[in-house]
């Protein structure tokens, strides 16, 4: 039973982790513990005066054995390959920007000349239609913007209209007008 296992874990790891401290303690012993349950929770203890890190040297150097050379060679295989695959990308954009072609054959020259080609036809054809698509948003806000003039042009022209004048300081008296300066209501 699952749930039985469980438990079982829980106390037997309670334990251990217990005697792993004594024996730190009382025998002043470098110990280290990692253990993971089924469900995948992992737990480790640690003495106090060293770390895991040490503790795997020490067992590497006992056994006579690394741990880790595998996964360094591993590490060393694929920076290479990656060393290889930034070369490769900086010399073609080099290539791309017209530098570094002295080494190249006519089929490469080709070869460069038609992506070039071909990403210029890109570029043109992205910068068209963000040019299409602004074009297109400036007039649906002239539209927006006239529709919104009209509309007010409508309200206001239904409202009752006052008579609004400019005032003639040369003392003239008054002069009708079209724009508002003095609300004579």
Request: aromatic share 8%; with cysteine.
């Amino acid at each position: 039973d699952a749930t039985n296992r469980q438990v079982t874990y829980s106390k037997r790891r309670t334990g251990i982790m217990k005697k792993a401290r004594e024996l730190t303690v009382l025998c002043d012993a470098q110990v280290a513990i990692i253990m993971f349950s089924s469900t995948g929770k992992y737990h480790e203890f640690c003495s106090p005066s060293t770390d895991i890190k040490g503790i795997f040297d020490r067992y590497q150097q006992a056994v006579g054995t690394s741990l880790w050379i595998e996964q360094y060679e591993n590490m060393q295989r694929t920076l290479s390959h990656l060393k290889d695959i930034n070369r490769n990308l900086r010399t073609e954009i080099r290539q791309r920007m017209g530098e570094d072609l002295d080494g190249l054959e006519f089929e490469e020259l080709r070869g460069l000349e038609q992506n070039v080609d071909a990403a210029l036809k890109e570029v043109r054809h992205r910068k068209y239609h963000v040019i299409t698509t602004q074009t297109e948003t400036y007039k649906k806000k002239v539209k927006h913007s006239e529709e919104a003039y009209r509309n007010l042009q409508q309200e206001l022209g239904m409202r009752e209209e006052p008579v609004f004048g400019f005032v003639d300081n040369t003392g003239g008296g008054w002069v009708d007008g079209g724009a508002a300066a003095v609300d004579m209501y």
